[in-house]
């Protein structure tokens, strides 16, 4: 029999302090991550035309926009800090609650956190001599260290930091754009070779799926040579089959670029008037991105073309280096990458820091029904902060940011040289790939839970009701089934088992904890 404890650990409750503001700056900030700067090439390598491009992205925003209708009311009805905790709670008791928490904040939450500050500390060292001495490992845990510290603070602290992150990254983007609609004054070289950190993250400028990609995606690639194909080089037409195995791994990056919107959702508790204010900016923070999405995208092709931007590691900077040259001004390639370099280092940080308020959450809202969280679940009137679920958020991720560190570099020699942790020595791609599977399964389980919600829970009064229900969920429910099935698959393609194999030892362990919670309860 399953009981529900009643005892509270802190009589603290959160405090409505964040505005529409910061509710949309957590979503952006969440959102574009480091993911624009590469994932637009991988997306062109598999369609065959710009209206094909342009129109995966905007499918990608619709399903986004059909996932927040569902949120919208999920927000409203269940309003309390934990977000999809609370929903799974509610629709599936305490033991899937408790699996989702357990995933979380253990595998999902560090593993994004760490990909993230890997990125960071890559493109920092790229954009700044004085940080070369310094290593991977340093940088990135300075980061997420210097944040989790400024979050300590308060949430006020944290959420200004938020603000101005995202300020700062949708003005970069779109400084990018705007450089990159200036009409060009003088011609310029189609080749040249080029310095990109990027080529490093997840290995290769994209994964390795040729399933409908164009051969000439990837023409002159190895010596770094972007190269224009002529009408006479084109391809013949792909067949269906081919053409929709390309569109579905198309969908599969564009729904990775808009990723995080739900994380809104964990921190519901604290935005004032949230009926009003939590919809508005679920719907005006992926307003924001898809058209911040749509604009550098179209900039993009019509400065490099599919072909050329399927066959270069980092969009953004190879369009800026063309036009540069081309508007005379080729001498500030070098201070570009620089900028560029710190622009992606603000995005990820972004990430990071919008992480931070979120996923805390989590920890606290678990700590009040489950005793393996009970520890996390006290609330710091002080500061609005749970403070010890955000050290703990902060400690999973150095611990995961060693692990990539020293079991790939020569504090993992003592392991067996044929089952290194990871498998390369950037594992941003394996970090993201191995806890992708989880992350899509429960957003798929919210989704379709509140169709359940609605017949076990019919008196609850629902705000916000989702527009044209149960069409959203049934959409974005699948296309998240989808990705499920997607992302184990590409991880099980890159042979990312020994990986996989931890995540799957800490997912069994959590099965068991959630067994014995369950007991435990019983006698509370």
Known sequence: MESVATEQPSSAQPARSLSVLDATSIIVGTIIGAGIFHIPQWVAGQVDSLGMFLGMWIVGGLLAFAGALCFAELTTSYNEDGGEYVYLREAGGHFLSFQYAWITGWIIRPANMAAMAITFALFGREASESLQTWGVFLLATGGVSLLAVVNLIGIQFGKWSQNLLTICKVAGLLLICLIGSLPTLSSHSDTGVYSDPSARIAGTAGPEITAG????AVEGTAS????QATDSELSPPKSWSVLLSGLLMALVFVMYSYG??????????????????????????????????????LVLVLNLGLEGLASTANGPTQMLQRKLEGLGLGDWSGPLRGLLGILVGISCLGAINAMLITSPRIYYAAGQQHPWFRRFAN???ATQVPRAAIGA?????VVLLAACSGMTGPLGQWLPAEVPLFKNENPFDELVSVSAPFFWGFLTMVVFGQIWLRIKDPHRERPIKTWLFPLPNLLFGTASAFMVYSSATYAWNMEYFVSGGVVLLVFVTGLVLGVLSRSVKCEV
Not at 266 to 284: G, M, Q, S, T
């Open 213 to 216: 990609e164009s051969p000439k």
């Open 224 to 227: 770094g040579e972007i190269t």
């Open 260 to 297: 995080g919107w739900n994380d809104i959702a964990f921190v519901a508790a604290e935005i004032r008037d949230p009926n009003r204010n939590l919809p508005k900016a679920l719907f005006w923070g992926l307003a924001i991105v898809t058209v911040v999405y749509l604009y550098i995208n």
């Open 379 to 381: 609330w710091n009137v």
């Open 393 to 397: 958020q902060w400690l999973a991720t």
